[in-house]
């Protein structure tokens, strides 16, 4: 499904309408460039998911968990990692049987840890600086919603 979005506050709403269907255990693999709006979509997840706490991107601290909401939610950042193995070696298994939610920031730099994950591809207009389009492909197929 492709949506587009006008604005941060937008695409945060539809990170939102995300959240409502997500399960327990549920991967979101994001691809984007820099400054895309991942983590304003992970704002949304968050709000969807019942989280109050201000989330913030993980760029230094690698993943912040966010532990107050419907589910957990476990925002990682994986730019300076080069491989899988790094994941593993910062306790990703241990994450996933937590049963929460994992949103991955760079997911193409341990794309080979993901199993079938939900893929969030935010896409930049050169000509619209405040225009995203939105592609989400994968996971279960009742994860349907309109923005």
């Not at 109050?52 to 991107?57: G, R």
Request: aromatic content about 10%.
């Amino acid at each position: 499904m492709e949506f587009i979005t006008h604005s941060a506050a937008e695409t945060e709403a539809l990170g939102a309408k995300l959240a409502a269907v997500l399960q327990p255990g549920d991967v979101i693999a994001y691809l984007g460039d820099l400054g895309a709006g991942k983590t304003a979509f992970t704002r949304g997840l968050a709000r969807g998911l019942g989280i109050v706490e201000a989330v913030t991107s993980p760029t230094y601290t690698l993943v912040n968990e966010y532990l107050d909401g419907r589910l957990p939610l476990f925002h990682f950042d994986m730019y300076r990692l080069r491989d899988a193995d790094e994941l593993f070696d910062l306790g990703w298994e241990d994450y996933l049987a937590r049963q929460g939610i994992c949103a991955v920031e760079w997911s193409e730099n341990v794309w080979e840890a993901l199993e079938n994950p939900i893929t969030v591809q935010i896409r930049t207009d050169a000509e619209d600086e405040a225009l995203r389009r939105i592609t989400i492909t994968g996971g279960r197929s009742d994860a349907n919603f309109s923005l």
